[in-house]
């Protein structure tokens, strides 16, 4: 069974950069996309963007000039950099695998817990 | 982007009822709508996938319908552990995008 698991660290300064971790256990990260989305308390689900195993990504336009997304698949581990974050960015981040079909069409099937990211000084 | 409108944004309805949820979408997107359920302090679980298949697992209480603009979500009869927010997404276009969410109460 494939298990995901966000780490970081849970308070960032404004102006600072939010660096999270995704590790990756009971399945390949290979031939994968792995997805970031957030959540702000109380509040619906943001994609973030995406990275493949080889490296492509996707980023939200809203995001695009702030986000950086890298994968080391000899770690099975994907990571998220967001800089000069705000009190905005304060949300739960997941990590989820998406699974694209043969057909081009995909889902977001596994997820981690989420992690709690506070921008606060 | 593409703007995803769930109704209602909240439900509250006995156990043993069927509950329907909608999901408009601003423009065409095929048949790219996956249905997630999200309990509270949990991470959302994949529950339809490209509109209308049941994910693995997932009980068959659970359906969805729908192309193009406008998808159904149903719970044929409501149990107590479905008590959850439901959202929308789209994966037709970047970015994807989730409905603001639904939110199922037992009555």
């Known amino acids: 069974q494939v298990q995901v698991q966000e780490s970081g660290p849970g308070l960032v300064k404004p102006s600072e950069t939010l660096s999270l971790t995704c590790t990756v256990s009971?399945?390949?990260?290979?031939?994968?996309?792995w997805t970031w989305i957030r959540q702000p308390a109380g509040k619906g689900l943001e994609w973030i963007g995406r990275?493949?195993?080889?490296?492509?990504?996707n980023y939200n336009p809203s995001l695009k000039s702030r986000v950086t997304m890298s994968v080391d698949t000899s770690k099975r581990q994907v990571s998220l950099r967001l800089s000069s974050v705000v009190a905005a960015d304060t949300a739960v981040y997941f990590c989820?695998?998406?699974?694209?079909?043969?057909?081009?069409?995909?889902?977001?099937?596994?997820w981690g817990q989420g992690i709690l990211v506070i921008v606060s000084s | 982007d593409i703007q995803m409108t769930q109704s209602p944004s909240s439900l509250s309805a006995s156990v043993g009822d069927r509950v329907t949820i909608t999901c408009q979408a601003s423009?065409?997107?095929?048949?790219?709508l996956n249905w997630y359920q999200q309990k509270p302090g949990k991470a959302p679980k994949l529950l339809i996938y490209d509109a209308s298949n049941l994910e693995t697992g997932v009980p068959s209480r659970f359906s969805g319908s729908g192309f193009g603009t406008d998808f159904s979500f149903t719970i044929s009869s409501l149990q107590p552990e479905d008590i959850a927010t439901y959202y929308c997404?789209?994966?037709?276009?970047?970015?994807?995008?989730f409905g603001q969410g639904t939110e199922v109460e037992i009555k």
């Open positions: 423009q065409d997107i095929s048949y790219y």
């Open positions: 009971g399945g390949s990260i290979s031939d994968y996309y």
């Open positions: 997404q789209q994966h037709d276009y970047f970015p994807w995008t």
């Open positions: 990275i493949f195993s080889t490296g492509t990504t």
């Open positions: 989820a695998r998406e699974r694209i079909a043969v057909s081009g069409t995909s889902a977001l099937d596994f």
